[in-house]
């Protein structure tokens, strides 16, 4: 089952703009990460918040957490074409190894010069 | 660009066949993750391998099973292949218990 659910589905914007997308999702976490990816291959880490931090830059990126509300915000600001990708944000379930991600269904962003 | 890889990049099998898909991992990584995405969603948790056992496995039937080997490389072993099963299939190493996670660029299966 997925954990995270994001909206907007899908974003059009044009270039310079920024571009907001959220997330909720159900369960007590950790931490919070959010996942690029380009045209249905490999997702590449953004940047990981964890539960006792607020907010999180990272260059034109930035991160809110509100666990009192389980949510979570992804600024990107100054948006170029090359942002055009899908994103994902995930919550880890820790494994005896590891963690396993659970990802929403995503957010489609599309920039436009 | 992570330096985990996958093979093959595309593959295209018939429903009740069998397939294996092969990841490799970063280097220094010993735990490996597969996940599947089916389009339009978001990836779904296979299971995880460390130190060739499996530890942790989401909501997948036995048909689908693992490999860890000594080197840390991985396969995932699908039987019965059902049209279901079409999907990308994700592979992600990490360190021991670490929580980012770096992904492959993914495998595509289509099952006819």
């Known amino acids: 089952s997925q954990q995270g659910e994001e909206d907007p589905q899908a974003l059009s914007i044009q270039e310079g703009e920024n571009a907001t997308m959220n997330c909720s999702y159900k369960?007590?976490?950790?931490?919070l990460q959010w996942y690029r990816q380009n045209s249905g291959r490999g997702l590449v880490h953004l940047i990981l918040?964890?539960?006792?931090?607020r907010e999180k830059h990272s260059g034109r990126l930035r991160v809110t957490l509100d666990t009192s509300k389980k949510s979570s915000s992804l600024l990107i600001t100054a948006s170029r074409a090359a942002d055009t990708a899908s994103y994902f944000c995930?919550?880890?379930?820790?494994?005896?190894?590891?963690?396993?991600?659970?990802f929403g269904k995503g957010t489609t962003l599309s920039v436009s010069s | 660009e992570t330096g985990v890889t996958q093979s093959p990049t595309h593959l295209i099998k018939t429903r009740g066949q069998q397939v294996t898909l092969r990841c490799s991992s970063q280097s220094g990584h010993n735990t490996v993750s597969w996940y599947q995405q089916a389009l339009g969603q978001g990836p779904q948790f296979i299971f995880q391998y460390y130190r060739e056992e499996e530890n942790g496995r989401g909501n997948f039937p036995p048909r689908f099973s693992g490999l860890q080997f000594p080197n840390y490389s991985s396969e995932l072993n699908v039987n019965a292949l059902e049209l279901d099963d079409s999907a990308l299939y994700l592979c992600?190493?990490?360190?021991?218990?670490?929580?980012?996670?770096?992904f492959g660029p993914g495998t595509r299966l289509t099952v006819t």
């Open positions: 992600a190493s990490s360190l021991y218990r670490g929580y980012e996670q770096y």
């Open positions: 918040i964890r539960s006792n931090e």
């Open positions: 369960t007590s976490i950790n931490n």
């Open positions: 995930a919550t880890a379930r820790l494994e005896q190894a590891g963690t396993a991600l659970i």
